[in-house]
């Protein structure tokens, strides 16, 4: 079981960005995909999650209305798309096998994105 974020980068407040979790090793419409994120000094926390079985979402509150998350089965891909990127966004972003962090056992490797001017 594999789980790889891409995609983040440097962008300007107000900018968008979309990460991309590609799994393998496993059947992804049999489980919940969550994306995390952890800043400088704070607790990884969740920012979106998906149910790949029936598609419900889920978003903080921080994030709700800002970040659309969405899956491609035949892909094997849950991406998240970012808009109006705050500089308070800036952290490492992961996706994970579960939408609460209690609950993960499979952790990607994150991807830096970086909101500033």
């Known amino acids: 079981v594999q789980l790889q974020a891409s995609g983040g980068g440097l962008v300007q407040p107000g900018g968008s960005l979309g990460l991309s979790c590609q799994a393998s090793g496993f059947p992804l419409d049999e489980y919940t995909i969550g994306w995390f994120r952890q800043a400088p000094g704070k607790e990884r926390e969740v920012v979106s999650c998906?149910?790949?079985?029936?598609?419900?979402?889920h978003y903080s509150e921080s994030v709700k209305g800002r970040f659309t998350i969405s899956r491609d089965d035949a892909k094997k891909t849950v991406y998240l798309r970012m808009n109006s990127l705050k500089p308070e966004d800036t952290a490492v972003y992961y996706c994970a096998d579960a939408c609460r962090y209690t609950l993960v056992q499979t952790w990607g490797k994150g991807t830096q994105v970086t909101v500033s001017s």
């Open positions: 998906i149910s790949t079985r029936d598609g419900n979402t």
